[in-house]
């Protein structure tokens, strides 16, 4: 089974350090302070998609500031990467260990990844992954589906994990098995409408699901 993962939310607790950046970078743009609770809601869209939402009153200009600006600021953030959610390293570990195809798929650039990834060492865990940046920004499914044909598998021998309506979304428009996390950043009422498999309040039972469903399959 193809396992795929989205970052933000469902596997490193980074919302609070992209909530800031966003707040930061819009007043470089001069462009009114969101609360947290709004800028949480676009968290897994790629970021001009995220801007255009957050500021549709803005000018490309502004826009293109906020870009400039989120993306310093995130990298000075992201000196120290935020953590994993507990349980996250186990879990991949007993995935790879039973012989899952391990992907991420986020809104995150590609050098923002690949930077993450370094820092914490975890390079080796995943097989595959697609950014917002190299493909088209959730919820459209072309990442999913641009995986699956990577991996030469069928939408009904995968998953996608995710903590947001675009994850589930993507999932839910070709077919795609999802899984929904709790803890992340958008609310499980909201989750529910894409029909997830299941709702999980804790990575082990992600991944007890996963492993349940090989075992079937």
Same mark, same amino acid.
């Given at each position: 089974?193809? &396992?795929i993962?989205?970052? !933000?939310g469902?596997?490193?607790?980074?919302?609070d350090?992209?909530?800031? &950046?966003?707040?930061?970078?819009?007043?470089?743009?001069?462009?009114?302070e969101l609360?947290g %609770?709004e800028?949480q809601?676009?968290?897994?869209?790629?970021?001009?998609?995220?801007?255009?939402?957050l /500021?549709?009153?803005g000018?490309?200009?502004?826009?293109?500031?906020? =870009?400039?600006?989120?993306? %310093?600021? /995130?990298?000075? *953030? !992201?000196?120290?990467p $935020?953590?994993? #959610?507990e349980g996250?390293?186990?879990g991949?570990?007993?995935?790879?260990?039973?012989? #899952?195809?391990l $992907?991420v798929?986020t809104g995150?650039?590609?050098?923002?990844?690949?930077?993450?990834?370094?820092?914490l060492?975890?390079?080796e865990?995943?097989?595959g992954? =697609? &950014?917002? +940046?190299?493909? =088209? %920004?959730?919820?459209?499914?072309?990442?999913?589906?641009?995986?699956?044909?990577? #991996? +030469? =598998? $069928?939408?009904? !021998?995968?998953?996608?994990?995710?903590?947001?309506?675009f994850?589930?979304a993507m999932a839910? *428009?070709? +077919?795609?098995?999802?899984?929904?996390?709790? /803890?992340?950043?958008?609310?499980?009422?909201?989750?529910?409408?894409?029909?997830?498999?299941?709702? $999980?309040?804790?990575?082990?039972?992600?991944?007890?699901?996963?492993?349940?469903?090989?075992?079937?399959?």
């Amino acid at each position: 089974m193809l &396992c795929i993962f989205d970052w !933000d939310g469902t596997l490193s607790n980074s919302a609070d350090k992209i909530v800031s &950046c966003m707040q930061l970078a819009a007043d470089d743009a001069k462009l009114p302070e969101l609360p947290g %609770s709004e800028v949480q809601k676009i968290i897994g869209l790629g970021l001009p998609e995220a801007i255009s939402t957050l /500021y549709p009153e803005g000018n490309q200009s502004q826009w293109n500031i906020m =870009r400039e600006m989120y993306s %310093s600021h /995130y990298v000075k *953030a !992201d000196q120290i990467p $935020a953590p994993l #959610f507990e349980g996250v390293v186990e879990g991949l570990d007993k995935l790879k260990g039973e012989g #899952f195809t391990l $992907a991420v798929a986020t809104g995150k650039s590609r050098r923002g990844l690949d930077r993450v990834l370094g820092r914490l060492g975890m390079e080796e865990y995943f097989h595959g992954s =697609r &950014c917002a +940046d190299e493909t =088209r %920004s959730k919820p459209h499914p072309l990442m999913l589906e641009e995986l699956l044909e990577e #991996f +030469d =598998r $069928a939408a009904g !021998d995968a998953v996608m994990v995710g903590d947001t309506s675009f994850d589930l979304a993507m999932a839910e *428009a070709i +077919d795609m098995p999802r899984i929904g996390v709790s /803890y992340g950043v958008h609310e499980t009422d909201v989750l529910h409408q894409h029909g997830p498999d299941l709702m $999980a309040d804790h990575f082990t039972e992600v991944v007890d699901w996963i492993i349940g469903k090989g075992a079937k399959a």
